[in-house]
Every structure is written in C-alpha cells, then in structure tokens.
C-alpha cells in the first residue's frame, strides 16, 4: 500500500524554508550586539525568539521525524539562546569571569578542601543511617494502629518537619548544654539532621507499608505468621522496593543539608570557601565547592533514577 504524503506544513521543504527565514533573521534582521536600549530593538529581538520557540515547537511535535534530528534542532535552539544572552544581555563578561571563575587565584589551594569533603561524607553517612533506621522503626509501629503510639509518632514528624534544619542545628548545639546534654558540633549535625529527616523517612517508610494490599496480609495469618513474621516475611520485602527512589532523594537531601553546618562551628566547605573569599576577593572558591557537591551528588542522583526504573519493574512483576 502506497504510503501517504505529510501535509504540506509536515514536509521537509516546509521546514527547510522555515530554518532558512530564522537564519535570515538572524544574520540581517536582529540588531547589532549590545544591550538593549531601545524599545525596537527589544521589540526585534523578541520577536525572533517567538518565531524560534514556535519552530521548534511545532518541530518536536513531528512525530514523523526521527529523535536523533530533534535532538539536534534543540542543541542548535540552545546554543542560539546563549548566544544571544551573551550577545544581548549587555553583562559585564570581565567582571564577571574575574570575580566568578577565576581559577588561577585557585592554583595550588584546592587541597584544602579535602579534608572538608570528607567531614561532610562522613556527617551525611551517619546522618543517612541514624534516619533511615530511626525512620523505617517508626514506620513499624505507626504500622501497628495503637492509638497512643500513632498520636505520639505524629508529633514527632510534625515537630521535626516544622522546624527549618538550621534552628534545629542551632538549638541542639547552643541549648541542649543548658539541660546537661553537651554535643560536639559535628555530633550535633549528626543528631540534627539525623532527627529532622527521619520525620521524612518515617512517612516515606510509612507510604511503602500501607501500599502492600491487605489480602497479603490477610493471608500470612491464615497460614499462622506472627505480626512480626508479617511484617519481615511479607510486608518488607515488598515495600522496600517502593521506597528505594524517595528514599534515595531523602539521602540526597541529607547530603546537600550539611552544607548548613557552618552555624555550629563546623570547619566544612563552606566555611573554607568563605575564608578563602575574604582572602582572595573572588566569588571562585564558593563556585568550587558548589562543583564538588554536584560532583558528589550527581552519582547518587544517577543511582536514583537507576533504582525508581528498577522498583517499576519489579512493582510489575
């Protein structure tokens, strides 16, 4: 069977005339570089990005064309976008370039954060640990639908989900020594942020629980299983599965929270990069450490998405 032709506004012809006007309007039609200083010119340059947007707009929506076409007319959008920011936006690149990435001012002082990469590795470890088992045992017994244990679990998430991280760090290292209780400031990160996310963990373990039908509950009683063979045979198998993915992105969150830790007095990245921008008048050491945690955290990020894939085929199976 004879296969019909596109629709004239589908055809390729179509598309290459619409690419050949953009490109006139770009190389004739917009105004010279510069910032915008007049309403024509903001008019002009409005305009071609209208016209721009909508191209690729209707371009994606061809379903007819291949992704590998699409992806290149979305990296050609985008670097047209830069462009035009740099070439529009009337920013002093200089200024800007010496204050924010000036990493010859950083030769030779990068090891010095090393040593706080791996203190907040180390916080959010433990941090991850102490919440999740904090979390998922109270998951448990919020499980048990006992009255008095449902009415004081709730308390305590809506406690710690309440409070903003930084009070509780503060209060827990400045006001616990009033009551007899005296923390090191990284053991009170460690207990902080440990406190404030398992009040998310908990919910998060709690939505894995109640996700498992209760038929399969109902069954692991008839064939004579304890509550808590229910739960460990049964029950946790399957609702770990679940969790994993907003599981992961509450680790994560741990992770980027330690860089809160400053307030106690903890000699962490940011307190090494802002030492380092006092003595070098640059903004470069904060932009450093905004790459190491993205160093750090994108594999994580990665492993998340990896594990919310995997959780759905095993939820189909």
Request: with cysteine; aromatic share 16%; charged share 15%.
């Amino acid at each position: 069977m004879r296969r019909l032709a596109p629709p004239w506004y589908r055809q390729t012809r179509f598309y290459l005339g619409c690419m050949l006007f953009l490109l006139f309007y770009l190389f004739i039609l917009l105004p010279d570089q510069g910032p915008i200083d007049s309403i024509l010119k903001g008019i002009d340059v409005f305009i071609f990005i209208i016209l721009l947007i909508s191209f690729i707009s209707w371009f994606l929506s061809d379903n007819l064309k291949p992704e590998w076409i699409k992806t290149v007319i979305v990296l050609i959008f985008i670097s047209i976008l830069a462009w035009m920011f740099y070439s529009y936006s009337g920013a002093d690149w200089d200024n800007f370039f010496r204050l924010f990435l000036n990493f010859d001012k950083m030769k030779g002082r990068y090891k010095t954060f090393l040593k706080p990469t791996f203190l907040i590795l180390k916080m959010a470890g433990y941090s991850c640990i102490y919440a999740v088992i904090i979390g998922a045992v109270l998951a448990v017994f919020r499980s048990f639908n006992n009255v008095v244990v449902n009415w004081l679990i709730a308390i305590y998430i809506t406690i710690f989900r309440s409070f903003p991280a930084m009070v509780l760090l503060v209060l827990i290292y400045y006001a616990l020594p009033f009551i007899g209780i005296q923390l090191g400031s990284v053991q009170a990160v460690i207990v902080g942020l440990s406190l404030f996310y398992s009040a998310y963990t908990t919910e998060v373990f709690r939505a894995g629980l109640e996700s498992i039908h209760r038929t399969q509950i109902e069954a692991a009683s008839v064939l004579g299983l304890s509550a808590w063979q229910t739960m460990r045979l049964v029950i946790a198998p399957q609702a770990i599965r679940i969790v994993i993915p907003p599981l992961t992105s509450q680790l994560i969150g741990i992770l980027k929270t330690t860089s809160i830790s400053y307030v106690v007095g903890v000699i962490d990245l940011i307190t090494r990069a802002r030492q380092l921008q006092s003595y070098l008048m640059v903004v470069t050491p904060l932009i450093v450490v905004s790459l190491i945690y993205l160093i750090i955290i994108v594999p994580f990020v990665i492993l998340s998405g990896y594990l919310e894939r995997r959780s759905r085929q095993w939820v189909k199976n």
